[in-house]
């Protein structure tokens, strides 16, 4: 057992990644609309986090210092103050969509309006946040994620045309009906989605929270190399049933209430009610991991003491922000905004800050002064190199294609 | 690599790096320093400065003078200075600068002070360690 929860770090980082509350209804859409023909993107996506969560974790684990505080030193506080303001906009704007995302869930399961079930889940993730130990919520909400797994299950019993469903993997093109804007717009989204700044923030922090010293770079590459690809098998899963199910049907998917439908399909209610529970823990576990993130990052922008490892009353400033952030989402929600919307436009602001956070983890990564004798590989760095310039690439084309297609129409 | 050296590019190696204690905790970030000139007429670093009236003054534009000015209202003195801690104090740097004295001993926090006056010591729990 020790070993599964050693790997919980990765698993509950790539869940926020992967499978939160814009995503879960992104995966179903994208399957309901192109199939699998956008399965290769999340490929790319995972080994993109894979390859900059390492140096992250990397660095954190050998010079004990997390992302924000490379940022802020190798961009200086300009540079390093502008990705701080685009990072907290995606992060924020996240979490506020992650809580509507738990209200939502348990509107499906209780068919009380999410809107009643907002303040109740502010207040409760806030205890969680406050008291709850940093192993404790990484563990439960980490794991308990994984039911999301019956999607795979869902797959399996649906008994579909395999060979029907590799073609589409291996046709990377829009499907008949869609055209090439709308293909590139979800490809934008998806490789957005798995390559977002918070999950390096949340995974060097909750590294220092670990307490790793330059012994578990192991541990963390075990985290980095389950976690992820766990996240991005989440993602092809939802997004594949969705392909069997909705996609011969010409039902367009819209609501996080039609994504579990191929799950009750195939499985029945214990199914259905297997998907609701990781729907919760999904998007409560991305609550908590894009909350600690806005802490986590403005913390270390300033050099204030921050943590989940010292009594809030040593971390007063960081704790204040987090409580800050989490009052502050009440309200934004009891407009009825709806939380998918929320993190779709959280993608704009991610063009400026994508580069500008990766791009410092690969610097120090190299930097002796940081790393000793642990500085990148040539592999690590071939890799990294590569995929910031489709950063750059991506973040230049996210805007554009968001108003040619008008979010994805 | 340590300040004590001969020479050294302070830009680099000191501006925006993370203070810690002689407990390895954050005291706060290295937001400008304090530079002396001496007799030969080189530069010392004399003091590391602290906090938003260091920061401020760094920041461009607009935004950097609200902060300055921010700072000042919120300040009890009338001519208030920013954060600083004596270059003396500083045993060696790394990934982080390291200071040889306490955290709270170094009056750089007064926000933090505050903050755990007025909000989070008056809520339950705030003393218990994770």
Redesign the interface.
């Known amino acids: 057992m020790k070993h599964i929860f050693a790997v919980a770090l990765g698993v509950l980082t790539a869940i926020g990644g992967f499978v939160d509350i814009g995503d879960l209804v992104t995966n179903a859409l994208v399957g309901s609309r192109f199939g699998l023909s956008l399965a290769w993107v999340v490929v790319v996506g995972v080994v993109g986090i894979c390859v900059f969560s390492e140096m992250s974790g990397r660095v954190a684990a050998v010079s004990g210092r997390a992302t924000f505080d490379l940022v802020r030193e190798r961009l200086g506080p300009r540079v390093g103050l502008a990705n701080l303001v685009a990072s907290m906009a995606v992060t924020f704007l996240t979490f506020i969509a992650e809580i509507g995302g738990v209200a939502l869930a348990l509107e499906l399961a209780t068919s009380v309006n999410e809107v009643l079930w907002v303040p109740v889940v502010a207040a409760v993730l806030w205890i969680v946040l406050w008291r709850v130990r940093f192993k404790v919520l990484e563990n439960v909400f980490g794991l308990l994620g994984l039911a999301l797994v019956v999607f795979a299950v869902a797959l399996w019993q649906l008994n579909p045309d395999w060979g029907g469903l590799w073609q589409q993997v291996t046709s990377p093109m829009p499907t008949p009906g869609e055209g090439w804007a709308q293909y590139g717009y979800y490809a934008v989204a998806l490789f957005g989605a798995a390559l977002t700044p918070y999950e390096v923030f949340f995974f060097s922090s909750g590294g220092v929270e670990e307490r790793w010293t330059a012994k578990d770079v192991g541990t963390m590459r075990v985290n980095v190399f389950l976690g992820f690809p766990l996240g991005g098998l989440l993602s092809l899963s939802i997004a594949a049933v969705a392909a069997v199910v909705f996609l011969p049907a010409e039902v367009q998917v819209e609501a996080l209430a039609q994504v579990p439908l191929p799950v009750a399909l195939a499985l029945g209610k214990l199914g259905l009610a297997i998907a609701l529970i990781g729907f919760f823990a999904a998007t409560f576990g991305a609550a908590c991991e894009t909350g600690l993130s806005v802490g986590y990052s403005i913390a270390q922008f300033y050099g204030w003491r921050w943590g989940k490892f010292v009594p809030p009353r040593q971390a007063a400033r960081f704790h204040l922000v987090v409580l800050l952030s989490t009052v502050l989402a009440v309200p934004v929600l009891l407009t009825t905004v709806d939380p998918i919307a929320v993190t779709e436009y959280s993608v704009v602001f991610s063009a400026l800050a994508l580069p500008l956070t990766y791009l410092p983890i690969l610097v120090i990564a190299n930097d002796p002064d940081y790393m000793g004798e642990r500085v990148n590989g040539r592999l690590a760095n071939a890799l990294g190199t590569v995929y910031l310039v489709v950063i750059v690439v991506v973040s230049v084309a996210a805007i554009p294609l968001m108003i040619i297609t008008k979010g994805g129409q | 690599?340590t300040p004590l050296r001969a020479s050294y590019d302070a830009g680099l190696?000191l501006?925006?790096?993370?203070?810690v204690d002689h407990e390895?905790?954050?005291?706060?970030?290295?937001?400008d320093i304090e530079l002396l000139e001496r007799a030969d007429g080189r530069l010392a670093v004399s003091a590391l400065l602290?906090g938003p009236g260091a920061?401020g003054p760094?920041?461009?534009g607009r935004?950097g003078s609200w902060t300055v000015a921010v700072w000042r209202r919120l300040r009890p003195d009338p001519d208030p200075r920013p954060g600083r801690i004596e270059a003396r104090l500083v045993t060696h740097t790394?990934?982080?600068v390291h200071v040889s004295a306490r955290?709270r001993d170094l009056s750089v926090?007064g926000?933090?002070?505050w903050?755990?006056a007025q909000?989070?010591?008056k809520?339950p729990?705030?003393?218990?360690?994770?």
């Open positions: 690599m190696h501006l925006d790096r993370q203070i390895d905790l954050p005291v706060a970030n290295v937001d602290t920061l760094r920041t461009p935004l790394d990934s982080a955290a926090d926000f933090e002070q903050a755990r909000v989070i010591e809520i729990g705030a003393g218990r360690a994770d």
